[in-house]
């Protein structure tokens, strides 16, 4: 069993910059695909970035290319998502996700741990 806790969510104005933090527990070690996805209402959920934990290859959505970060701390089971140059369309629900494996670019169904979300919420 994995729990994920997400953090540093929270509200900006445009051009901003925030740090998420997403602390996992349990059994972390067979968790080989860490990543972030967003969702808005009205909206479905969206794959932001992810990264393969044996490796570190990142994926990133073309939105955020450029001004987001995804880094792993696997030392303390904890990854970021580094967010620059923030935009009112970044506005959103921020979710940690861990799965056993990166099969896909950025697919919900390849994690199969969710944490509970953090606001973010961008003012023009």
């Known amino acids: 069993q994995v729990q994920l806790v997400e953090s540093g969510g929270g509200s900006v104005q445009a051009g901003g910059s925030l740090r998420l933090s997403c602390v996992g527990t349990?059994?972390?070690?067979?968790?080989?695909?860490l990543g972030w996805f967003r969702q808005s209402p009205g909206k479905e959920r969206e794959g932001v970035a992810r990264?393969?934990?044996?490796?570190?290859?990142?994926v990133y959505a073309d939105s955020v290319k450029g001004r987001f970060t995804i880094a792993q701390d696997n030392a303390n089971n904890t990854v970021y998502l580094y967010m620059e140059n923030l935009k009112p369309e970044d506005t959103a629900m921020y979710y940690c996700?861990?799965?056993?494996?990166?099969?896909?670019?950025?697919?919900?169904?390849?994690?199969?741990?969710w944490g509970q979300g953090t606001q973010v919420t961008v003012s023009s």
């Open positions: 990264v393969n934990t044996d490796g570190g290859r990142t």
């Open positions: 996700a861990a799965g056993d494996y990166c099969y896909h670019q950025l697919l919900a169904s390849d994690f199969g741990n």
């Open positions: 349990g059994s972390m070690s067979s968790n080989k695909c």
